[in-house]
Structure formats: C-alpha cells, structure tokens
C-alpha cells in the first residue's frame, strides 16, 4: 500500500512494507519534480498522483514525472501557472485555481481543458482558495468576498451563496474569504473562513455562523 506525503519544498511518498518498516523516498527537482513548491496532491482512480506545484500540473505514475504546463499570460507577460488549489471529481475531471486566472476542469484522458471564467451567470469571482469535490456537486470557496458557488454537474448549474455579515462582529466592507470546506462523518458540510466557522443548511440554503460557545 501506498501512502504520499508533501512537506513545504519536496514530495515525500512513503511505503509500509511488512506493516512494520516505512521507508521515505525524497523526491527533488534533480528527479524530474518541476518546481520545489507542491501544495496540493490528489491520486486520480489509475493511480496516478498529480500535483499542483509553482509553475502548474504535473503527474506522477511513481518513476517519472510529466509537467503540463499552461501556455496563459497576464497583461504583463507573467505566466499564470501557480496552483491555489485542486481536487478531482467523481469523473475523474481534476478542477484547478491558478493565481488571477478562472477556474481549469482538465480532463487527463484527453489531456484537455476547459475554462470557466466568472460572470455574472457563472462564478461570483475567479479568485477560488478551496475546491471541494463530492459525488455530483462540486463546492469552489472564494476570496475578494465571493462567498461559496455550488456546481451541479447534471445540470451545469451554478449557484453562489453569499454570507451575512454578523452585526456584533463584522464588518460589511471587509470580504469574505473562504479556506476550506468539508463534510464530516454525520453529513454536514463546513466552511472554515478568515470569520469564523460555518455549516450549510441545505433546507434554507444558507450558512449559519457558529462560535466558540456554539461549537463547546
């Protein structure tokens, strides 16, 4: 069995063999890794690991790596290559936030990808921290005060959610940004912001804010 770990600067698999010795395997830039910053990693249903790094996507079949690098580039000529954040859906589809570029679905059968820039049908901004994928729906956190948007992959719709502020504590200039997202074991989906912690009511459509004496 295989299990991958990812410090700061390199990525780390590591094998248990006989469920008593673990050996770690340093992977470096003289390996083939492209880019020493690697902050996310998914493993796809083939097995294969694919990283979000510095300079964009790269997969790893365990001996060799194989970057893709993205061909964009901003007013200024600099390459928007840098991963945010990634995940990869029940189809196989990895979903990828690079830095001031919108939203990636590439396809790694096909080795193709589509974009879906935001307007004002689409997502509330293109600055996307978290992606959270489940069976059909797919979750994208934004920063700038975009609040959450909800992909339905039957339908193609997408909805944004936008969070009220909390008269006692917010203030209503200030943007929403949304860190992570997730569902615990009982079912209820989180958002973790630079506000507080939230959880989805899906009757209502809303997130409620908790604080520490909710939560203890």
Partial sequence: YYYWVISISILLPTQILAQEK????NYTMDNGLPNFWVPYVVQDNFGFMWLGTGVGLTRFDGYTFKHYPFQYQDENGIALDRIVTMDIDSRGNLWISRISYPLERFNPITESSTLFPSDSNSLSNDNIIDIFCESNTIWFGH???????RLDQTSGEIKNIQFEPDSLIFNKMRPNLIMDI???VDGILWAATDFGIYDYDSIGDTFTRHTYEHLY
């Fill in 143 to 149: 920063g700038m005060g975009g609040g959450i948007s």
């Fill in 22 to 25: 673990l050996i770690l395997q």
């Fill in 182 to 184: 997730h569902r615990d």
